[in-house]
């Protein structure tokens, strides 16, 4: 049997929203109550329904882009956004965001043909990479991520408006783009659109974990960690953050890691909304958690019901890499009741699986999105809320998903009780050259 995990804490110096509920929670030691998060009879199967064609799968292509997909997703009533990036054959990097139908077909009122592609340059030394996806109220659709002029520069944060049609909205920043230029080396990672549709974007700037809020025009916010409208956290030689979400009392909860002892660490930061540290959050606002010998890393960050959190990524122990889920009490002390000493993970098994995304399930299981092994095989793992696998779900808890020839999973929402969409794309010659974003629909 694997090892308890040990826990370090470090003394350090609808949109896209995941919100603690308004009912009262339980004490800090209480574990979390657990209810319907029961696999149904159809887990792990496709949607036939969704996508055409009796797969269960749309597929949206970049025409001859290298390489690409969509990382991001957004659900407003009844309709989908995906969010990604393709690459063209000569370099240059675009923003690609496409609409769909509930069923999954392409939406025609959306941009050409339900998809729209944003760059900041004609130029293939142009790289703007998407990060996030989310709506503002009156239906806008704002896609947050980053500009690199030519790669290797100097990179800024970048963020895009459109109108319900999917043209640029031209009362946003410059004809519906805006840059925001923090003062260094900016890369995104995540962002959401608050209820107030300001923004929030997080990645990292000159080496340290960031954080920036942007107006709901674009601007920066300068009332957050003010005058600044952004705020670093320096932790080890680096650290970046990979996820966040927004409680409704308007606190950001942050997920990342950290270089530290020669190893990497799961960081956990939450800001109170005028961007200053929690101090009610673990050691003044930041948490650092890390088994010995283990290289861990964040790629998301859930509020489960009572404020606990939780957050997935992965983790690389004795020769191989696993997927990893870490669940935190709301004051940032280990939830013990959860896994293993606060850690769900996966048997040691060959090669390397790498998380991408995780989803809350009503009950509380919790999905974990990535892609397994050499091959890069898109996986699912499905734990119970207890943070055991769960053994009515695929193979033991973990269920391989064909995408296509090449397909790749980035990312994972819920869309009710008993279904999730699954985001990712497939480069290559299924069903034909180039680059295809892929959106699919998958019973619970």
Not at 146 to 157: Q, Y
Not at 165 to 185: A, H, I, N, T
Not at 313 to 332: E, L, N, P, S, Y
Not at 369 to 396: E, K, M, S
């Amino acid at each position: 049997m694997r090892a308890l995990f040990a826990w370090v804490v470090l003394l350090v110096p609808s949109h896209l929203l995941a919100e603690e509920p308004a009912a009262s929670a339980p004490p800090a030691g209480a574990a979390l109550r657990c209810a319907g998060a029961e696999a149904s009879a159809l887990a792990g199967q496709l949607d036939t329904s969704f996508g055409g064609e009796g797969t269960g799968i749309a597929r949206v292509r970049f025409g001859a882009d290298d390489d690409g997909g969509f990382f991001k997703l957004d659900v407003a009533g009844d309709e989908i956004v995906a969010g990604g990036w393709g690459q063209g054959g000569l370099g240059g990097v675009r923003f690609r965001v496409a609409r769909l139908t509930g069923d999954g077909a392409r939406d025609p009122g959306f941009g050409e043909g339900g998809m729209v592609m944003t760059s900041w340059a004609a130029s293939t030394g142009d790289y703007v990479t998407l990060a996030g996806v989310g709506d503002q109220r009156g239906g806008a659709i704002v896609a947050v991520g980053w500009r690199d002029r030519f790669g290797g520069g100097s990179a800024d944060v970048a963020l895009a408006r459109y109108a319900k049609d999917g043209s640029l909205d031209p009362s946003f920043g410059d004809g519906g783009k805006r840059l925001l230029d923090l003062g260094g080396d900016e890369v995104i990672r995540a962002g959401l659109v608050a209820r107030d549709d300001r923004i929030v974007v997080v990645g990292q700037r000159d080496g340290r974990l960031l954080i920036a809020r942007a107006t709901a025009d674009g601007a920066l916010d300068t009332s957050f960690a003010r005058p600044r409208g952004y705020r670093t956290v320096a932790l080890g030689p680096t650290s970046v953050a990979e996820a966040v979400a927004i409680d409704l009392r308007g606190r950001l909860v942050v997920a990342g890691s950290a270089a530290t002892d020669g190893q990497r660490d799961i960081v956990v930061v939450r800001l109170l909304p005028n961007g200053a540290l929690d101090g009610s959050f673990g050691d003044r606002g930041v948490i650092v958690a890390g088994d010995p010998g283990s290289d861990e890393r964040a790629v998301a960050v859930a509020l489960a019901p009572g404020g606990a959190i939780v957050v997935a990524g992965d983790a690389g122990r004795a020769g191989a890499r696993d997927f990893q889920v870490r669940r935190f009490h709301k004051d940032g002390a280990p939830d013990l009741a959860f896994g293993e000493a606060g850690v769900a993970a996966w048997p040691t098994t060959v090669g390397d699986d790498m998380a991408e995304d995780m989803v809350l399930l009503p009950g509380g299981a919790v999905v974990v999105a990535g892609n397994g092994g050499d091959a890069a095989t898109p996986l699912l793992a499905r734990y119970t809320c207890g943070g055991a696998l769960d053994p009515a779900f695929g193979d033991g808890g973990v269920l391989p998903v064909d995408l296509g020839e090449f397909g790749v999973l980035h990312t994972v929402r819920a869309i009710s009780g008993d279904q999730i969409l699954l985001g990712g794309g497939d480069v290559g010659m299924s069903p034909g050259p180039g680059t295809y974003g892929v959106v699919a629909r998958m019973w619970m």
